[in-house]
């Protein structure tokens, strides 16, 4: 089983294989493929699509000489595999192992992390510039994607690449939604190759040569040119841009990439391949439903996803109900998301409420400031948004909604640790950044119910809010069946201390990090609060646990520089009080990937490492 590429175990042996092994090798890659993701888990449609693209990438050009820089950065497995890794697929986003993700430090063929999207054609102009200004003969290639072309960023790239005329830069748009142009055939594969072989390119350019003298003539030609192309292909656009426009081409059919990536490599300045793929390629099962097999964990491939019924509600289920509900009685609420629907648990709304969905794509920075537009005309827009995307759409969120203080909510989802997506998806930084925004509430429930009750507070506020939730099933430690009303910027007492003169420890618990810290209390009989706010703090309660507690213990599921241990002691320090103060919290680096149960143990956020770094030190002050 797997004979052929088994005996793939970098891209030169690829490249020792003649051409009609190739689409074996590509028929075994995609199940080898199939067989590993359905054991670990992981993205799987987009990869299926990705085949004999990263096949005949790999074949035609001098990789890792050569560079690829895949956006978005979960469709590259068959890299991953022709590129040494095979044996550790099994290790896939697991603790310890591979990324699901480039990533630089794992292989010399991942020349750019990029699991945020829509950054490939950027990060490739200033490769392909860098090869120029260091006289390096290389080519650049960015593969973009998977809804990564409908970003700001990637026209930017664009923008910019589109005038530097003598660079190698080949960008090629991976359409697997069927956005731009329907399936393509034996004529449109033909035009592909014949308008990237050197014949055309000479043409064309001898044509501008005689006629650069006389302009009229020469604008007459080139929209002639343009119209010639438009009957049959979208080139418009992206020779605006400044591009050479080819395709669109079938992206399974290794007989039309091949020749039109030869023929490519011949060409000079900035090249645009547009090829055509299905996502779930091969599976008929992830074909006919690529969105339930984008993301999977493990599965029988025989018998697919069985989607097993769970009592508890994700975070994620918890928001969309309420955002059902809320909308259901105000008719001013519009609910927003970047290409983030099924996972922030926009299903039902848009099925629902339709003339209030919008999905902007991924385009943070718009979806902020699209939001902004809608409050500053008396609606009420709630972005719903992981908030590792958030961080992209920081400045809008800064002057286009603070500055101008307007009612839109953040419905942050994946705060905290995520797991296997590792650091790049972490909502580590939110509490840090978002504190820090005159006219922000920054608000943590701890429970499914607190969810509900700060959603309908920031509903109600005239200002900006964030209500951040981390990822997964949400808790019913202290849920409660019917919701009363939390005053703005008031935490609440969720174990009393039983010592009767002396209390010597107080755990000041912010969000997910109440339930460990309840069982982490028992150890010590320590208080426990619950925070709930970081903006506004309860200063009241934090200067009542000081005055009556040896030793405040501040934990968060958030980074400690600049987090909420940073807000307690600022106000600590402001009013004079001296009280020895424990910050636990992530630690200032990158977490990685791994189980997230794991990661919290790790950073000593379970209850274990809570009662470990409470008896640390209170040992270390006797």
């Known amino acids: 089983m797997y004979n052929l590429l088994k005996t793939i175990n970098n891209p030169d042996a690829l490249r020792c294989l003649e051409r009609r092994q190739l689409k074996t090798l590509a028929d075994e890659l995609r199940a080898f493929m199939l067989d590993s993701v359905s054991q670990t888990g992981g993205h799987l449609s987009s990869n299926l699509g990705t085949v004999e693209l990263t096949i005949a990438l790999h074949y035609v050009f001098d990789t890792p000489r050569d560079r690829i820089i895949w956006d978005v950065g979960h469709q590259t497995y068959p890299h991953k595999i022709l590129t040494g890794r095979r044996d550790k697929m099994s290790t896939l986003r697991q603790w310890n192992g591979i990324s699901g993700f480039p990533r630089r430090s794992e292989s010399e063929y991942d020349t750019f992390g990029t699991a945020h999207s829509s950054t490939s ?37 664009l923008n910019n690449a589109g005038v530097c005329e003598d660079i190698p830069l080949l960008v090629i748009l991976n359409d697997n939604g069927m956005s731009i142009s329907p399936p393509v055939g034996a004529l449109n594969r033909y035009l592909a190759r014949l308008m990237s072989g050197q014949f055309y390119a000479t043409a064309k350019k001898s044509v501008e040569r005689v006629l650069r003298h006389a302009p009229p003539m020469l604008k007459l030609a080139r929209k002639l040119e343009e119209h010639a192309k438009g009957m049959v292909v979208p080139a418009t656009l992206f020779e605006e841009f400044g591009f050479n426009y080819i395709g669109p081409i079938d992206g399974h059919d290794l007989d039309s990439l091949i020749p ?237 201390s039983k010592a009767q003169t002396s209390h010597r420890v107080a755990i000041l618990a912010f969000g997910s990090m109440l339930e460990p810290s309840l069982t982490a209390a028992q150890e010590f009989d320590a208080t426990v609060a619950n925070m709930r706010f970081v903006k506004p703090l309860d200063e009241l309660l934090v200067r009542q646990l000081a005055d009556t507690h040896e030793l405040l213990v501040i934990i968060e599921e958030g980074c400690i520089m600049g987090g909420a241990g940073s807000a307690c002691l600022e106000f600590l320090q402001s009013a004079g009080v001296n009280r020895a103060v424990l910050q636990l919290g992530l630690p200032d680096r990158f977490i990685d990937h791994g189980e997230s149960s794991r990661l919290l143990a790790e950073c000593g956020l379970d209850a274990a490492g809570i009662a470990s770094a409470i008896r640390g030190r209170l040992l270390s002050s006797q």
């Not at 490739?124 to 260091?134: N, Q, R, T």
């Not at 509600?313 to 998301?337: H, P, S």
């Not at 019913?476 to 009363?484: G, I, V």
């Open 260 to 496: 039109t990536l030869q023929n490519i490599q011949g060409l000079y300045g900035p090249q645009f391949l547009h090829v055509v793929t299905k996502k779930g390629q091969g599976y008929k099962l992830a074909e006919a439903d690529p969105v339930l097999y984008h993301g999977p964990g493990k599965f029988n491939p025989a018998e697919g996803i069985k989607l097993a019924e769970s009592s508890r509600k994700t975070y994620a289920q918890v928001f969309g109900e309420w955002l059902c509900n809320a909308a259901e009685l105000d008719m001013r609420i519009v609910g927003i998301t970047p290409a983030m629907r099924e996972g922030s648990g926009l299903v039902e709304f848009e099925r629902r409420f339709p003339q209030r969905y919008f999905d902007v794509g991924i385009a943070e920075q718009h979806a902020i400031t699209f939001a902004a537009g809608l409050a500053a005309e008396g609606l009420r827009p709630i972005v719903a948004i992981y908030s590792t995307f958030l961080q992209r759409g920081y400045d809008q969120l800064i002057h286009d909604v603070a500055l101008q203080n307007l009612p839109v909510m953040f419905a942050l989802d994946r705060a905290g640790l995520v797991g296997a997506d590792g650091a790049t998806h972490a909502g580590v930084y939110d509490i840090a950044y978002l504190r820090c925004i005159p006219n922000m509430v920054v608000m943590t429930p701890a429970n499914e119910n607190e969810c509900q009750q700060m959603l309908y507070i920031g509903l109600e506020l005239d200002g900006p809010s964030a209500v951040r939730y981390p990822r997964g099933i949400a808790s019913e430690q202290t849920s409660k069946k019917q919701l009363s009303v939390i005053p703005i910027g008031k935490g609440e007492i969720q174990r009393q």
């Open 121 to 157: 054609i950027s990060a490739a102009l200033g490769m392909a510039v860098a090869s120029k200004l260091k006289s390096e003969d290389r080519y650049v290639i960015a593969v973009i994607g998977d809804g990564a072309m409908t970003a700001g960023e990637a026209f930017e790239g």
